[in-house]
């Protein structure tokens, strides 16, 4: 297989912000694998908290370019444990690896991956639109601009979060999820939780910082809501010591190191009767479409990544007020639709 990366930045509709950052422009990866003219695309998008970048992922990349040339595209699970000696320290590269690996391989043989798998898409989660923090009116506006979604994720960790929160129910019936990023206390997130529960939230992902482990019991034994880990799941073996502190986890596929991982994560949390959400990073509709594939193993997913941006790059999956679209085509589906400058 051959090994291409471009580097793409994406610009947002919106300043996209939560409890720690903002950004107008995401900054990705992505790695194309090619074999007798077939294209398979991955993705992975910068993140200064996990500490991505494109410099270091490229770097990874290019260390294993020549044992990729070596190798024929097979079960991608068995190319990702041979390359994870190598790539283990920068899981969000050989997440985009990963990816383009199960596209070109649904695309070499014909099928969708999800299909190669032996799953089916009769019954699947539909996603939620997020709602970045902004003043409440630009956060109501931003929700109106994206009408008759069935779910809607609300960023929080600001000063007034209740405030959002009913403000915006006042324009819609949906469902509400609430992500504070780490930006609660524990008793600030059991207090929340009583309010939120009447105003329609489902769930709140990561009230506290990633390493109170001591208070998230707490609060996951009291909470009149379920919470969700999302910083405190990392890679696989964090699964395991979220049982007993969270009732599910948000698995990203840049941070658990792609598709290969995160299936044997879902598999872990369900035997520790955990939920299960997959999540999105700002990605275009190449890291979107390979999310989509985990769909039919899901309770919960966010990813609406690609519809935060001004501009795509690819077509593949698209989504639909909530509602996921397969492409006809093989694989992830994914063609870029733009070359990088
Ligand atoms: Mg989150």
């Not at 090619?34 to 260390?63: F, K």
């Not at 008759?148 to 960790?157: M, Q, R, S």
């Not at 880990?229 to 596929?253: P, T």
Request: charge should be negative; aromatic fraction near 6%.
């Amino acid at each position: 297989m051959n090994l291409q990366l471009y580097h793409f930045d994406l610009p947002l509709r919106h300043v996209f912000t939560i409890a720690r950052e903002s950004i107008s422009v995401q900054p990705t990866l992505i790695v194309e694998l090619e074999e007798q003219g077939v294209r398979g695309y991955g993705e992975a998008t910068t993140n200064p908290y996990y500490g991505a970048t494109i410099e270091n992922m490229t770097n990874a990349l290019q260390g294993v370019r020549e044992e990729l040339q070596r190798h024929e595209i097979g079960d991608p699970a068995e190319l990702w444990q041979a390359l994870h000696p190598a790539l283990k320290d920068h899981p969000f590269a050989q997440c985009a690896l990963d990816q383009a690996a199960h596209d070109l391989w649904g695309k070499r043989r014909g099928q969708p991956v999800y299909r190669l798998w032996g799953l089916t898409t009769e019954r699947l989660p539909l996603t939620n639109y997020t709602i970045g923090i902004d003043t409440i009116d630009v956060m109501v506006a931003k929700m109106r601009e994206f009408p008759g979604w069935p779910v809607y994720k609300v960023k929080l960790g600001t000063e007034h979060d209740l405030e959002i929160v009913r403000q915006l129910r006042r324009h819609t019936d949906a469902v509400f999820r609430v992500d504070a990023n780490c930006g609660w206390t524990a008793d600030e997130t059991l207090r929340n939780a009583e309010v939120l529960k009447t105003l329609n939230v489902e769930f709140i992902e990561q009230p506290l910082a990633a390493d109170r482990w001591d208070d998230m019991r707490r609060v996951y034994r009291e909470s009149a809501l379920p919470v969700i880990a999302d910083e405190s799941c990392i890679v696989e073996a964090d699964v395991e010591r979220c049982a007993g502190h969270f009732h599910g986890i948000n698995i990203k596929l840049p941070k658990c190191g792609g598709l290969t991982p995160a299936r044997r994560m879902i598999q872990r949390a369900r035997e520790l009767q955990m939920r299960v959400m997959v999540g999105c990073m700002t990605e275009s509709t190449v890291g979107i479409s390979a999310i989509a594939q985990l769909l039919p193993l899901l309770d919960y997913v966010d990813m609406d990544g690609a519809l935060l941006l001004a501009e795509d790059i690819a077509t593949g999956v698209r989504i639909d007020q909530g509602r996921c679209i397969y492409p006809q085509e093989p694989g992830h589906g994914i063609q870029l639709t733009r070359r990088p400058q």
